[in-house]
């Protein structure tokens, strides 16, 4: 395999005016498992990167002449490379942190999606502005009705459309609940060396305690749990202090 | 020189009349139903000028002409009688106009060919729909290369039909594998015409919502990274002298087309300043040949710092183009992915001969020519910074060209299609080719 070059490169949408919770999320979380992995790469940012995406969603990367998105994708690609963080776990283990994955993917990413498209207040006052902020008129409010309708078609096909606020801030509760359980008082989710899923948990609750939404209810949930908001201060200090920071 | 015009009618005498002076006392319309007044009133003045009946027939048939061209009436038949009546000189003449107005809402079922792609067209039109020569047509196209639905409204000026405005809203899905390129067009577009003297001009805004994206999983960075969306504003003027017989294998005559585009200034986020022209010259020459040159050029200048769009850039090359080689594909390129160029020039010459031994002279032979071409071109981004002698220097460097021979059908006056033995020359790193036989299919060719 070929060596990991020097101008690999992560692409995401324009971090000051456009980019939203759930993407900041997950291209934070990429970031940090290649930055475990010791990969360098370097964040370019892009209006179009949505669509620049194989998937249709951020972030991707690209590595010498392939692109690859998600951060599912990214880790078999890495792994296939020759670099992994979870090959010192046993079966029983990877098949844990695989469920844990998946629990934050279908709730708090999803979470993070209900308040963003479908809190009204959220969308009129944050969404609609930065979403549609590259794009003049009225092709900006084309794109952002255009993508707050796919939204809630997904919301409503995994039965999410029927939810109130409090019942999604319920269910981000419970699943900090769950991380809080299993992280207990250990540095990383399998003990002393990170994984993927320390990661995606990571690029999740950072972004959750340090974007400013309309009110505080979604980053005081995460609050609610030292353990995690140490973990994050943790990883933070580990892996971004000295580097080109959010 | 006397003309007869003999009349018979029941219970009247015969009436002759011969190539005398006459006036015509009335025009009648038979068979006007929604159609308004005052636009066949501009049609048929000329004929109360006539003053003999050689001239009266002549304005009618002109007349007749007129009011076909206004797209309102399936059939016009004119008829010319005496006058009767208390108020009738014994010059006097009736012209009538016996009209059949075309139904409200019809319609059509075609086959077009473009450019190397042809289409199945699936139509609907509302003619003459608020009875002053208006028209809406809805018009949905399948095309190897292209599907488009679109919506137009179209309003000549009364008296003048030339003069005519038309709007249009429509989406346009295009696919272009040289490019790895797939693009979705949904716009809206006010266009007016008018003559001036012996040219014809456009003038014409259009707002179009252009979406980008990649064909392949494999199509280059390059091309991924110009995918997502664009609004385009832009403010046209074209302007057409065409002094040709024919579109399609002309004998004679002189096109010249120039074109201009600006964009950026009324909305949008991109911004530019276009330019294209078309010269065509042809002449006749001895035993029923005719040779034909041709110049194509164009430029695009992007306004501010941001890049030109692969979708406003130039494309060359192809058996409608530069012949010899694949369609679009010469000049900058990432990854066997063609990026077009911001500027272009094009030339031709030809020579048409009918077929060797004129077989099927006077029928179907007359339909074929055979022909001989030599083909260049040059297709380049400029640095604008650099300054014109510069510039000129780019486009003059690594001419690509070509020669060859072949055979040459015409579709009626629609289209044409070409079977041609080409031999590319002054290829680049880079270009791809199509040497030996290459067929072409189109409307426009270089």
């Known amino acids: 395999a070929e060596p990991w070059p020097e101008n690999a490169a992560l692409y995401q949408q324009l971090k000051e005016e456009q980019i939203l919770l759930s993407d900041n999320a997950s ?7 290649l930055q475990m992995c010791n990969l360098p790469i370097r964040v370019i940012c892009r209006a179009n990167a949505e669509y620049m995406s194989p998937s249709g969603k951020v ?17 078999q690609f890495v792994k296939a490379k020759g670099h992994s963080l979870s090959d010192g776990l046993d079966e029983v283990q990877k098949a844990e942190m695989k469920a844990y994955m998946e629990l934050v993917n279908n709730m708090l990413l999803t979470a993070e999606l209900y308040l963003q498209w479908c809190d009204d207040v959220t969308v009129e006052e944050i969404t609609y502005p930065r979403y549609g902020s590259p794009y003049p008129w009225p092709l900006n409010r084309i794109l952002s009705y255009q993508k707050q309708w796919e939204v809630r078609r997904k919301m409503k096909a995994i039965g999410w459309a029927g939810k109130t606020l409090e019942q999604v801030l319920e269910d981000v509760d419970q699943c900090c609940h769950a991380l809080s359980q299993r992280l207990g008082t250990q540095p990383y989710f399998f003990n002393k060396q990170p994984t993927e899923l320390d990661a995606l948990v990571f690029g999740h609750l950072f972004t959750i305690l340090t974007t400013q939404l309309i009110t505080d209810e979604l980053s005081e949930k995460v609050k609610n749990y030292s353990n995690l908001t140490a973990f994050c201060r943790r990883i933070e200090q580990q892996y971004f202090e000295g580097h080109e920071k959010d | 020189e006397e003309a007869e015009l003999v009349e018979v009618e029941p219970e009247s005498k015969q009436e002759i009349l011969e190539n005398k002076d006459v006036v015509v006392q009335h025009v009648h319309f038979d068979g006007l139903g929604r159609t308004k007044n005052e636009i066949i009133m501009y049609e048929i003045a000329d004929v109360f000028k006539a003053r003999n009946l050689i001239d009266v027939m002549r304005k009618s048939h002109e007349a007749r002409e007129k009011l076909l061209r206004l797209g309102i009436f399936r059939q016009v038949d004119v008829l010319i009688d005496t006058c009767q009546g208390d108020d009738a000189l014994p010059n006097g003449l009736d012209v009538t106009f016996e009209v059949t107005e075309l139904r409200r809402l019809t319609g ?13 067209v699936l139509g609907l039109k509302f003619p003459n729909l608020f009875g002053r020569a208006e028209k809406v047509t809805f018009q949905f196209s399948y095309g190897t290369k292209e599907t488009s639905y679109g919506l137009s409204f179209f309003k000549p000026r009364p008296g003048s039909f030339e003069k005519n405005l038309s709007v249009n809203i429509y989406k346009v899905t295009g696919q272009f594998p040289w490019s790895s390129l797939r693009e979705t067009d949904r716009g809206i577009s006010t266009e007016f015409n008018f003559p001036i003297w012996k040219t014809n001009h456009t003038l014409k805004w259009e707002g179009v919502w252009r979406e980008l994206g990649c064909l392949a999983r494999t199509a280059s960075f390059s091309v991924r990274e110009e995918s997502g969306h664009s609004l385009k504003s832009s403010i046209s003027h074209a302007m057409v002298i065409d002094s040709r017989n024919s579109s399609i294998l002309p004998k004679r005559g002189a096109l010249l087309k120039i074109n201009q585009e600006l964009a950026g200034y009324a909305g949008g986020d991109v911004s530019f300043l276009k330019e294209d022209f078309e010269f065509q010259l042809n002449k006749q020459i001895f035993w029923d040949s005719v040779i034909s040159a041709s110049l194509w050029g164009g430029m695009l200048v992007p306004i501010g710092d941001k890049p030109s769009s692969i979708a406003d850039r130039f494309y060359l090359g192809g058996p409608t183009s530069v012949r010899g080689f694949s369609m679009y594909s010469i000049g900058p390129q990432s990854e066997g992915d ?17 077929l060797p031994f004129r077989p099927g002279q006077g029928g179907f032979g007359d339909l074929f020519r055979t022909h001989f071409f030599l083909n260049a071109g040059n297709l380049c981004n400029l640095n604008y910074g650099e300054g ?3 510039h000129l220097q780019r486009l003059a460097e690594c001419i690509r060209w070509s020669y060859g021979a072949g055979i040459v059908l015409r579709l009626g006056n629609i289209a044409r299609l070409e079977l041609n033995y080409c031999f590319p020359m002054g290829v680049q790193a880079g270009d791809r080719i199509c040497d030996g036989v290459q067929f072409g299919a189109g409307i426009r060719f270089l």
């Open chain 1, 27 to 33: 291209s934070l979380a990429v970031q940090a498992f």
């Open chain 1, 59 to 75: 972030p991707f990367i690209h590595v010498g002449n392939q692109v690859v998105s998600e951060l599912g994708p990214i880790v």
């Open chain 2, 108 to 120: 059509s079922y075609n086959t077009m060919v473009g450019n190397n792609e042809g289409s199945m």
């Open chain 2, 338 to 354: 063609y990026l077009g160029g911001e500027a272009f020039w094009a030339g031709g010459l030809h020579l048409y001969t009918p």
């Open chain 2, 388 to 390: 014109p002698r510069a």
